[in-house]
């Protein structure tokens, strides 16, 4: 029995900002993405980015999680939901108190995040983020350096976001 693992959308008028990232380990190098989509499941926007001169994955998280904060602020989004699928990052934002090793970054996000009105950040299993992370992914393994921001999805993605906007819409 297999079971569907599906993005989940946002709340109505949130939007919702999937987070993905991908290292290469061999080069020291991060892909990294964002997927901004409405409550239906339809794409707003995607972003990508190379990241270099990081030491680990761990570093690449934080990061990318707080170059997605700037983006949104930057696009004046003010109703936000962060999925991301690392739990000491997401523990570290929602629970600052009880990630006392991380006080420093906790509070890098904090000041961040004070400029988007509403936000609520997820630990979300990569699986519901493929899209995000794919595009990530091309970063690094496709060598797809150049940054963007763009609206709508990539064309070689049409598949995966079409049919999860389905899964949302029926």
């Known amino acids: 029995m297999s079971v569907l693992v599906k993005w989940e959308p946002s709340q109505y008028s949130w939007v919702k900002c999937n987070i993905g990232v991908h290292w290469r380990k061999d080069i020291a190098w991060g892909g990294a993405a964002w ?3 409405d409550s239906e499941g339809k794409v707003l926007l995607h972003s990508r980015r190379a990241f270099t001169g990081l030491n680990n994955l761990n570093e ?3 990061h990318v999680c707080l170059w997605a904060i700037d983006s ?33 970054m906790s509070s890098d996000f ?6 988007i009105e509403w936000w609520r950040f997820l630990k979300e299993d990569k699986r519901r983020n493929i899209g995000a992370f794919l595009i990530a992914q091309s970063v690094t393994i496709g060598e797809r350096f150049q940054s963007y921001v763009a609206a709508g999805y990539l064309f070689w993605l049409k598949d995966i976001f079409e049919n999860e906007k389905c899964l949302v819409s029926s």
């Open 35 to 37: 997927v901004l989509r």
């Open 60 to 62: 690449l998280k934080v």
């Open 72 to 104: 949104m602020v930057s696009h004046k989004m003010n109703r936000v939901i962060f999925a991301f699928d690392d739990e000491m990052i997401v523990g570290a934002i929602t629970r600052p108190m009880a990630w006392p090793s991380f006080k420093a």
């Open 110 to 115: 904090s000041i961040r995040l004070r400029k």
